[in-house]
């Protein structure tokens, strides 16, 4: 079965624009979550959507946003981008809101700004 | 709150000889732990996983952890190294006393490499 997919895999936004981050989850998993990926801070948890509710929320600034879709799909925004917002941004679905059931992982987009 | 610790950035070893990867974790429960390995330019993928039980877990490519509760640690081992191993491992923590919500805590992860 298709993995999880995360569109685009690259990209490239000058500061001030905002970015729309996509992920779409392997089928029937419902459960959704974010992660920031960057050299100096590592993995940080952005948020987790269950059944199209936020259940958890890291801490990033208000101008990271996320939502989930009826199809359990996934979008994250991001917007008045600064040059620290380059990272590598990776969605990981699974099937419960459960650790038990465990997550995987898309290849990630790569956000540059400039 | 939870959080969980890598100590070394790098790790190097020898082909064919045995390799740890060290984590140790801190929650105020008992706790859900996780390796996770990435190779460059790609997402997580799962190795393994502890939730209760035996203390030895073994999961995919030859890759084994123990959980010690005294020492809580969650150490990653391999017996025989292939330079095939080299990569980007992770450690992940989740405090089962929290809520239903599923976040998981990531180490700052430990660079395998394995020499030839």
């Known amino acids: 079965k298709a993995g999880v997919t995360q569109t685009p895999r690259y990209l490239i936004k000058t500061r001030g624009q905002q970015v729309t981050l996509s992920c779409s989850p392997i089928s029937g998993h419902r459960s959704v979550s974010w992660y920031q990926q960057t050299p100096g801070q590592g993995l940080q948890f952005l948020f987790e959507y269950f059944s199209e509710t936020q259940r958890n929320k890291g801490n990033f600034p208000g101008r990271f946003s996320g939502r989930q879709f009826s199809n359990s799909r996934s979008e994250m925004n991001v917007s008045t981008l600064e040059l620290g917002d380059s990272a590598l941004y990776l969605c990981?679905?699974?099937?419960?809101?459960?650790?038990?059931?465990?997550?995987?992982f898309g290849s990630g987009t790569r956000l540059t700004v400039v | 709150a939870q959080s969980v610790a890598q100590p070394e950035d790098q790790v190097n070893v020898a082909e064919g000889n045995p390799l740890t990867v060290k984590c140790t974790y801190s929650?105020?429960?008992?706790?859900?732990l996780f390796w996770y390995v990435q190779y460059p330019n790609r997402g997580l993928q799962f190795l393994l996983k502890?939730?209760?039980?035996?203390?030895l877990v073994k999961g995919s490519y030859g890759f084994e952890a123990e959980f010690n509760k005294s020492q809580t640690s969650f150490h990653l081992k391999k017996p025989s190294a292939l330079v095939s191993d080299s990569a980007l491992y992770f450690c992940?923590?989740?405090?089962?006393?929290?809520?239903?919500?599923?976040?998981?805590?990531f180490g700052s992860g430990t660079r395998l490499s394995i020499r030839p």
């Open positions: 929650v105020s429960g008992n706790p859900y």
């Open positions: 990981a679905s699974s099937l419960r809101d459960s650790p038990l059931w465990g997550y995987t």
């Open positions: 992940a923590v989740r405090d089962k006393a929290e809520s239903s919500a599923s976040k998981i805590i």
């Open positions: 502890y939730i209760t039980g035996d203390n």
